[in-house]
C-alpha cells in the first residue's frame, strides 16, 4: 500500500488540493447566497449585476433591451425588442464555472504570484465572456426560439467549458510547476 501510495503521490496531492478548494469555495459561496431570501424571491446580488450588464449589452449590440424582476421566482426576465426571451437566474452568473477554474489551478500548483494573477485574470476573462454569452444566447433565442435548446442547452455551455478548459491548458502548459520542470 506504501508503494502505490508513494508511486501515485502527485496524482493523489492534485485531487485533494482540487477537491478541498473547491468544497470551501462552494461553501463560501452557499453561504453568499444563503443570506439572500429565496421565500422572498430575492435575487443576489452577483446575478443581479449580471443581469445589468447583460441587458446593457444587448444594447450595445443595437438592440432594445430591459429587465423585469421575476414574479414567482428569485430571477429576472430578460427582454429584447419587448419579447420576454430569457430568465437570468443565479446559474447564470458563472461563479460556479469559475470555482470549478480557481479549483483546478489551485489543484496544479504554480508559483504563488503566477497562481494569483492567473486566477483573477482568468475569472474575469470568464465573468466577461459570460455576460457576452448571456447577451447572445438572448439575441439568438429573440431571432430563432425553436431552437432554444440547442443555443442554450448546447452550444453555450460548450462555448464557456471550452474556454475554461484553454484556460486550464495554458495553465498547465505555460505557468504552473508542471510547465517549469518540463522546460528543464
Same mark, same amino acid.
Request: glycine share 2%.
Given at each position: 500500500?506504501?508503494?502505490?501510495?508513494?508511486?501515485?503521490? +502527485?496524482?493523489? @496531492?492534485?485531487?485533494?488540493?482540487?477537491?478541498?478548494?473547491?468544497?470551501?469555495?462552494?461553501?463560501?459561496?452557499?453561504?453568499?447566497? /444563503?443570506?439572500?431570501?429565496?421565500?422572498?424571491?430575492?435575487?443576489? @446580488?452577483?446575478?443581479?449585476?449580471?443581469?445589468?450588464?447583460?441587458?446593457?449589452?444587448?444594447?450595445?449590440? $443595437?438592440? /432594445?433591451?430591459?429587465?423585469?424582476?421575476? +414574479?414567482?421566482? $428569485?430571477? /429576472?426576465?430578460?427582454?429584447?425588442?419587448?419579447? /420576454?426571451?430569457?430568465?437570468?437566474?443565479?446559474?447564470?452568473?458563472?461563479?460556479?464555472?469559475?470555482?470549478?477554474?480557481?479549483?483546478?489551478?489551485?489543484?496544479?500548483? #504554480? $508559483?504563488?504570484?503566477?497562481?494569483?494573477?492567473?486566477?483573477?485574470?482568468?475569472?474575469?476573462?470568464?465573468?466577461?465572456? $459570460?455576460?457576452?454569452?448571456?447577451?447572445?444566447?438572448?439575441?439568438?433565442?429573440?431571432?430563432?426560439?425553436?431552437?432554444?435548446?440547442? &443555443?442554450? #442547452?448546447?452550444?453555450?455551455? &460548450?462555448?464557456?467549458? #471550452?474556454?475554461?478548459?484553454?484556460?486550464?491548458?495554458?495553465?498547465?502548459?505555460?505557468? @504552473?510547476?508542471?510547465?517549469?520542470?518540463?522546460?528543464?
Amino acid at each position: 500500500m506504501k508503494k502505490y501510495l508513494s508511486q501515485y503521490k +502527485p496524482f493523489l @496531492s492534485f485531487l485533494l488540493k482540487f477537491f478541498l478548494s473547491y468544497i470551501v469555495l462552494t461553501s463560501l459561496y452557499q453561504y453568499y447566497l /444563503n443570506s439572500f431570501d429565496a421565500a422572498s424571491f430575492e435575487i443576489d @446580488s452577483i446575478t443581479e449585476i449580471v443581469s445589468i450588464q447583460t441587458q446593457q449589452t444587448i444594447e450595445l449590440f $443595437n438592440y /432594445n433591451s430591459y429587465l423585469e424582476a421575476h +414574479p414567482k421566482q $428569485n430571477s /429576472n426576465m430578460l427582454f429584447v425588442e419587448n419579447k /420576454n426571451v430569457a430568465r437570468v437566474v443565479e446559474g447564470c452568473n458563472a461563479i460556479s464555472v469559475i470555482i470549478l477554474f480557481i479549483a483546478f489551478v489551485i489543484a496544479f500548483k #504554480g $508559483n504563488w504570484k503566477k497562481t494569483v494573477l492567473f486566477i483573477l485574470v482568468g475569472s474575469v476573462f470568464i465573468y466577461v465572456l $459570460n455576460i457576452i454569452r448571456i447577451a447572445l444566447i438572448a439575441i439568438a433565442l429573440y431571432h430563432y426560439p425553436e431552437h432554444e435548446h440547442l &443555443l442554450h #442547452g448546447v452550444v453555450f455551455p &460548450l462555448f464557456i467549458y #471550452g474556454v475554461v478548459f484553454l484556460l486550464w491548458v495554458i495553465w498547465v502548459n505555460k505557468f @504552473s510547476m508542471y510547465a517549469v520542470q518540463k522546460k528543464a
